[in-house]
């Protein structure tokens, strides 16, 4: 069975359950080892994650263990803030503010 800690990443596909016929990526936040469940199975909050390993859903599943695939190399908190300060400097801000209300307001005039 796979140790799962908080903070462990797994790749979850239909091994893990029938639920994953697209497999999702997901941050644990709790393993729910004492909860009973069917041998072989557990609970977990956890949060899924998107292709730049940002949180975008809080998830409660319900998982083989045995079916899980840990993520060797998570994104980290410190790569993606950078990635995101680097986007950010690459988009083009018009200058003079908010264009497109200028060019309503020019229309209202006669």
Same mark, same amino acid.
């Given at each position: 069975? !796979?140790?799962?800690?908080?903070?462990?990443?797994?790749?979850?596909?239909?091994?893990?359950?029938?639920?994953?016929? =697209?497999?999702? !990526?997901?941050?644990?936040?709790? #393993? #729910?080892? *004492?909860?009973?469940?069917? #041998? @072989?199975? !557990?609970?977990?909050?956890?949060?899924?994650? *998107?292709? =730049? @390993?940002?949180?975008?859903?809080?998830?409660?599943?319900? $998982?083989?263990?045995? %079916?899980?695939?840990?993520?060797? *190399?998570?994104?980290?908190?410190?790569?993606?803030?950078?990635?995101?300060?680097?986007?950010?400097?690459? $988009?083009?801000?018009?200058? %003079? %503010?908010?264009?497109?209300?200028?060019?309503?307001?020019?229309?209202?005039?006669?």
């Amino acid at each position: 069975m !796979t140790s799962i800690r908080p903070g462990d990443v797994f790749l979850l596909t239909r091994a893990a359950s029938v639920q994953f016929a =697209r497999p999702i !990526t997901v941050r644990v936040i709790r #393993h #729910h080892a *004492d909860w009973p469940t069917y #041998h @072989g199975w !557990t609970w977990i909050d956890c949060y899924q994650l *998107d292709a =730049r @390993g940002d949180a975008v859903a809080r998830r409660e599943l319900y $998982v083989m263990p045995a %079916g899980m695939v840990r993520q060797t *190399d998570p994104p980290s908190a410190s790569r993606r803030v950078a990635a995101r300060r680097a986007t950010a400097q690459q $988009v083009p801000r018009p200058a %003079g %503010g908010n264009t497109p209300t200028r060019r309503r307001a020019a229309r209202a005039e006669p």
